[in-house]
């Protein structure tokens, strides 16, 4: 390991960046404190554990093992790094040798035979139940232990294998959709498993949040259900990163009260001393160099069209997912029904759930980019994702929505930002109108290099040094961009160097992940580019430096990223890096809204009808519906229910509901909203699947002609083949890079509801978002000069989603004192602060929303601001907020003019997912803007 104070010295270069490092904030280190093995825990596990090093556990490790033995549900809320998995695999693994010992003393007994205590662990990514397999594997190796039998089972595994893991496994590895898809539609061929269910394990439980937060935690109310059918009742462990509430969030996903989870939260695993710096990279001089012309998202897959007849500022939708999804069909179904219609009698129920939903969806706004943003389209990357800094200002909310009594004022960092040195004050100053402030200006300081190009460059510095590291990105070919730029450097010091830097992201085969894996835990390899794919927790120990390009969406990814550094007790360097855009910015020079601000809470609402209505269907079909069953879907299923009979989904008999259509009821939802399975990059010549590309983003990523990057060799697309869900690449070494050019626009196909405010109309339908990549460009690297250009026909992809929305006609503007220069700005900001603010409000997640405005709309005639649900057919979010939008519009309104910012920030305007980089954004008119609006708002009674 490499003395932290040294690296950092490394990154300074003598001094010379010194002026890039805004601020260094030293994490103690902390003692561990261990706690003796439990006296129930069985001897030949404690021994192979002991193998491995573990002479005793940690503390917290035992609180929660003594819990989850004593058969009490347990959340495990921890640091990265601190051995959770130790605490729910010694209570599994104790419980099946205690079970094949009972079979050993006293075979003859039936239920020794048949109740053989089983475990099933559920996990979000692939790479997570991989590195646990191995781990296990590892324990029982050491333990010397032949009789418990651990198997993964997934898509990927074989009919022949899938049976060998029905009939005799103990311990399962899989994930939400294989449980949703195959072990529960087909619970009989598991019965053995789900008779002996002693527990389930939900391991990075906080990655389950928002809409698919809701459909797991409806997948585990079936997964209870269904083992109770067969006699079990089983123990809910779940492990999580450090989380506001995990007791409030496991018991909400788990299904059961508060009160009966066992939340622990004190980490007693040692901590070496982290030193965490910010970072901003330097101008660039003159301001002319073909970098300075990009956007913050530093390397850039596209080139938006130029829209006709106004601007149009979209913030794009696209479901959730992780970097390295593990979505699984199911293989015993077939892909497509002949008979359409219980699909669609579930949607309308869903629809129909929440009162004023129409049975016909409705449609909403244009909008395409009039920028160069680097947004691709259909990637879960440019899902609108609000500021994540709202605390402060959400308390200033809730106050308020509370009562007058209850407000209290924000804590101002004002006089902090006067005392910087590029700072002016005007003392006489009253601030924007409608915000009271004082006026704090920061003159623009030009363009400044990108955020990968500056890693790159420190990333070389640490493995010079000998530091082993993970630089995490923003995506995947920013991972590839890291990976190759540091090779490149490192071959003019040692060539040897350069060949142990990698790049790792989602899209390699799972054989590429498990080797990268191997080599960075061995050593082999120094340092690894990668996306989030490495966020979650794969054990790779001794890292030395994490470094960050870029504000990562939250804090409870930034601390997990954060948590590789030092691993084992060992110091480590963390260093955040910004991106060229304002929320980077503004975080990098106020250290406060990083380190002296709680993590985010789970959000997630298992009761929403646009998703329980399909699992309700689901559940109905495995075991049919009892009315003594309900509650545990929560109080909406009764009405939900006979929503579903009448549109002829399910059937009511005496005995319960049921499921009677010949199609799988499984297939009416898909748990993460992927946009279909992943495309296949194949070479051409050798017939090699070289990895996959997700279906949304393929158009504009694999077009014919399009250059492919993979471990830093180059591939020319030679076809895409949509419909086989194939393109053809030949290896081809070249000096250009492609990027598409694409369009997206809405239409508002109907409007549902509508109500005046004065001159401000309200709407409520549905919208879709149409985008369509035209063609692409070729553009020579590095300097960027374009080379070329290229049409493409290729189809458009349509989101039909809900969405809510509201005009200001010219006089409204007029009277704002808003102008046409000042009108994007105005409404691109009260646009970051409705999406900020419906959560309080709506129980969802910031990242079940987007959201566009524009200064002229085709539609409406207007300038207005939409807000909509990310989900094909909607969520129920934008319709709620239409209900309440008064109490919105007064909340986003008292949020902006509440923040002490001077010009907008994470807590009120700006968003770390904006696709438009932020900008612009003008704080102080759409306080004035949202003031007139609401002089219209209809009072409260």
Not at 49 to 58: A, D, N
Not at 423 to 448: F, L, N, Q, Y
Not at 685 to 706: E, K, P, Y
Not at 885 to 891: G, S, V
Request: proline share 8%; net charge negative.
């Amino acid at each position: 390991m490499v003395r932290t104070d040294e690296l950092l010295d490394a990154l300074l270069a003598g001094g010379r960046r010194a002026d890039r490092l805004t601020h260094v904030r030293h994490l103690p280190a902390r003692e561990g404190v261990r706690a003796p093995w439990p006296t129930w825990a069985d001897a030949d596990v404690v021994r192979g554990y002991r193998q491995l090093g573990v002479e005793q556990p940690w503390a917290h490790q035992a609180v929660a093992a003594e819990a989850a033995w004593a058969g009490r549900h347990t959340v495990l809320s921890t640091s990265t790094g601190s051995g959770k998995s130790l605490a729910f695999w010694l209570p599994a693994l104790t419980a099946a040798r205690g079970s094949a010992a009972a079979r050993t003393l006293d075979p003859g007994r039936i239920e020794t035979v048949t109740r053989r205590a089983t475990t099933l662990y559920l996990c979000p990514t692939k790479a997570l139940a991989a590195g646990q397999l191995a781990a296990l594997d590892d324990l029982l190796r050491a333990a010397a232990l032949r009789d418990v039998r651990v198997a993964t089972a997934d898509g990927d595994t074989s009919l022949d294998e899938r049976r060998w893991v029905q009939e005799h496994a103990d311990l399962v590895l899989t994930n939400p959709d294989f449980v949703h898809f195959a072990l529960l539609p087909q619970h009989r061929r598991w019965a053995r498993l789900l008779g002996a269910l002693r527990y389930v394990v939900v391991d990075e439980c906080h990655a389950f949040r928002g809409v698919f937060g809701a459909h797991v935690g409806l997948v585990l109310r079936r997964l209870q259900r269904v083992a109770r059918s067969y006699g079990a009742s089983p123990v809910f462990l779940l492990a999580s990163a450090t989380t506001a509430d995990p007791a409030v969030s496991a018991a909400r996903l788990v299904g059961v009260p508060a009160a009966d989870v066992t939340a622990v939260t004190e980490d007693a695993s040692p901590a070496g001393r982290k030193t965490f710096v910010l970072w901003q990279p330097p101008l660039l001089p003159g301001g002319d160099t073909p970098w300075s012309d990009l956007l913050p998202d530093e390397d850039p897959w596209s080139t938006p069209v130029t829209a006709p007849g106004g601007a149009v500022r979209p913030d794009a939708p696209g479901p959730p997912a992780p970097d390295d999804p593990w979505t699984v069909a199911d293989p015993s179904n077939p892909e497509s029904a002949d008979d359409p219609d219980p699909l669609q009698a579930v949607a309308d129920a869903s629809f129909a759930a929440t009162p004023g939903r129409p049975d016909d969806p409705a449609r909403a706004a244009g909008a395409w980019p009039d920028d160069a943003a680097s947004r691709r389209p259909g990637r879960s990357d440019d899902l609108e994702l609000p500021g994540q800094d709202l605390e402060s200002s959400r308390q200033h909310v809730v106050a308020r929505l509370r009562g007058p009594a209850a407000a209290s004022p924000a804590t101002s960092h004002v006089e902090a930002r006067a005392q910087t040195a590029d700072a002016v004050v005007d003392p006489s100053a009253s601030g924007p109108s409608g915000t009271g402030e004082r006026v704090v200006t920061e003159p623009h300081d030009g363009p400044r290099r990108t955020a990968t190009a500056e890693v790159a460059d420190l990333l070389t510095d640490l493995v010079v040094v000998g530091a082993r590291t993970l630089a995490f990105t923003r995506s995947r070919r920013a991972a590839e961009s890291v990976a190759s730029a540091t090779r490149d450097h490192l071959r003019d010091v040692d060539p040897d160097l350069a060949r142990a830097v990698s790049a790792y992201r989602g899209g390699y085969l799972p054989e590429e992940r498990r080797a990268l894996e191997r080599s960075i835990r061995s050593g082999d390899l120094r340092a690894l580019a990668t996306t989030n794919a490495l966020e979650l927790g794969i054990d790779i120990s001794g890292l030395d430096a994490v470094l960050v390009a870029g504000w990562p969406g939250t804090r409870v990814s930034l601390w997990q990223q954060a948590g590789r550094a030092g691993r084992a007790g060992a110091d480590g360097l963390v260093v955040l890096v910004a991106r060229e855009d304002p929320l980077d910015t503004f975080l990098v020079h106020h250290p406060e809204a990083i380190f002296d601000t709680p993590v985010e809470a789970t959000v997630f609402d298992t009761g929403n009808p646009y998703v329980l209505a399909p699992h309700l269907c689901a559940a109905a079909a495995e075991i049919p519906l009892r009315a003594d069953e309900l509650d545990v879907f929560g109080p909406q299923a009764p009405v939900l229910l006979g929503e579903l009979v009448e549109r002829g989904a399910l059937r009511r008999r005496a005995s319960g509901w049921y499921w009677t259509h010949a199609e799988p009821a499984t297939r009416l939802t898909d748990l993460r909203g992927s946009g279909g399975d992943p495309v296949r990059v194949v070479e051409s010549v050798t017939g090699r699947l070289l990895g996959t590309v997700d279906a949304a983003s393929a158009d504009a990523t694999v077009h014919d002609g399009a250059v492919y990057v993979h471990q830093g060799a180059t591939f020319v697309v030679d076809e895409l083949h949509l419909e086989d869900g194939v393109a053809l690449v030949t290896r081809r070494d070249v000096d250009y890079g492609t990027w598409a050019r694409w369009v997206t626009s809405t239409e508002v196909v109907s409007v549902d509801e509508e109500s005046s405010w004065g001159p401000v109309t309200w709407g409520f339908g549905a919208v879709d978002v149409t985008t369509q990549v035209l063609g692409y460009q070729r553009k020579r690297i590095p300097d960027l000069q374009v080379l070329g250009s290229t049409d493409l026909d290729l189809p458009p992809r349509t989101l039909r989603t809900a969405a809510a929305w509201w005009t200001a006609p010219a006089d409204v503007l007029e009277a704002a004192g808003v102008g046409e220069e000042d009108a994007p700005g105005a409404l691109h900001a009260a646009e970051h602060a409705s999406i900020g603010l419906l959560p309080l409000l709506a129980t969802c997640d910031r990242w079940d929303l987007g959201g566009l405005s524009t200064a002229l709309h085709a539609d409406t005639g207007h300038a207005t601001v939409f807000v909509h649900d990310a989900y094909p057919g909607g969520a129920g979010f934008a319709e709620h907020g239409f209900r309440v939008a008064p109490t919105w519009l007064r909340a986003t309104r008292d949020a902006i003019a509440a923040c002490p910012c001077p010009g907008g920030c994470p807590a009120c305007v700006q968003s770390p997912k904006c696709g438009n980089a932020n900008n612009p954004l003008d704080k102080a008119a759409a306080v004035r803007l949202l003031d007139v609006v609401l002089a219209h708002a209809p009072q409260p009674d």
